[in-house]
C-alpha cells in the first residue's frame, strides 16, 4: 500500500495515518513530525526550517524533497508507506513521482481529506500537544483526563507555535494557494479519492479503509 494523504491542516490526516500504519504495518511518513524533530534536536535542518513553521508558511521545496527521499529509501518503507502531508507542492508531487519511479514504484491512492473550513479552524485552534512524548489532545474532542496534562507522562501540555490564529490564517492561504492544485494534479493522474472527515475519527478511519480495501494485499 503506497498512499498519499492530501488535506488542510486540521482535518486529521495525522491521526489517521497513525491508525493506518499500525493497523496495516505500512511506514508512515508526515514530514511535519520530521521537521518538528529537527527543530527540538537543534540541527541544522531545524534551524533551518523553524521560522517557517512558526509562521505558517511551507519549508522550501529541496529540504523536504530530501527528507522524503531519504526516508523512501529506509528498509521500513518496504511493506508499503503512507505519506501525511507531502507533497504540498507541485515541484514536490514531481519529485515524489520521479523518487518512486526511479525505485520502479508507483502510488496506489492519493486520499483527499474534507472538512469545511470552520470544522478545520475549531479543530486547529482547540489542539494541544505533549512537548515530552509528542501525545496530542484537543480541548472539546479528545481532553486529557486532567485539564492541562499529558495522559501518558504527566508533562503540562502546549499548543504548538503554529496553532496560533495568525499563523492558522497563514497556513490555509498556504493551503489554498499552494496545495490545493494538487486535488487536480492527482485527479488527472485518476489517483484522488475523497474521504468525508468531518465525523468522529473511528466512523473516518471506516470510510478510509473502504477506500484502500483493494490495496490492502500485496
Ligand atoms: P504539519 O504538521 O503537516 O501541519 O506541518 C507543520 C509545518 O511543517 C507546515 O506548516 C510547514 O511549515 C512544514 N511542512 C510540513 N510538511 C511540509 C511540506 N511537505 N512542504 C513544506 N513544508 C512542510
Keep these: 500500500m503506497r498512499v498519499v494523504f492530501l488535506g488542510a491542516p486540521g482535518v486529521g490526516k495525522g491521526t489517521q495515518a497513525e491508525q493506518l500504519a499500525a493497523q496495516y ?16 534536536n537543534q540541527t541544522e535542518l531545524g534551524r ?34 503512507v505519506l501525511d502531508g507531502f507533497p504540498r507542492t ?5 519529485e515524489l513521482g520521479k523518487a518512486l519511479a526511479s525505485k520502479a514504484m508507483a502510488l496506489d491512492r492519493v ?3 474534507q472538512v469545511s473550513r470552520e470544522d478545520v479552524v475549531r479543530r486547529l485552534s482547540g ?5 515530552k512524548c509528542q501525545a496530542t489532545f484537543h480541548m472539546d474532542f479528545a481532553k486529557p483526563k486532567v485539564e492541562g496534562f499529558c495522559d501518558r507522562c ?23 494557494e499552494q496545495t490545493a492544485p494538487l486535488v487536480r494534479y492527482y485527479e488527472e493522474r ?10 468522529a475519527v473511528d466512523v473516518v478511519f ?13
Excluded at 25 to 40: F, N, P
Excluded at 52 to 77: F, H, N, W
Excluded at 90 to 94: D, F, K, L, T, Y
Excluded at 158 to 163: L, P
Design 90 to 94: 507541485v515541484p514536490q508531487a514531481e
Design 154 to 176: 504527566g508533562e503540562s501540555l502546549v499548543q504548538r507555535s503554529d496553532d496560533r490564529r495568525e499563523a492558522i490564517e497563514t497556513r490555509l492561504k498556504v493551503y489554498d
Design 127 to 131: 489542539r494541544r500537544s505533549c512537548p
Design 111 to 113: 486520499v483527499n481529506f
Design 48 to 81: 533551518e526550517a523553524k521560522n517557517y513553521m512558526d509562521q505558517g508558511q511551507l519549508v522550501p521545496d529541496a529540504v523536504v524533497i530530501g527528507l522524503v527521499r531519504e526516508k523512501l529509501s529506509d528498509v521500513s518503507c518496504a511493506n508499503g508507506f
Design 190 to 199: 485518476k489517483l484522488l479519492s475523497p474521504v468525508d472527515a468531518s465525523g
Design 206 to 218: 471506516q470510510h478510509l479503509s473502504q477506500v484502500l480495501m483493494p490495496y490492502r494485499m500485496r
Design 25 to 40: 504495518q505500512v511506514a508512515k511518513i508526515s514530514t511535519g513530525d520530521l521537521l518538528r524533530e529537527a527543530v527540538r
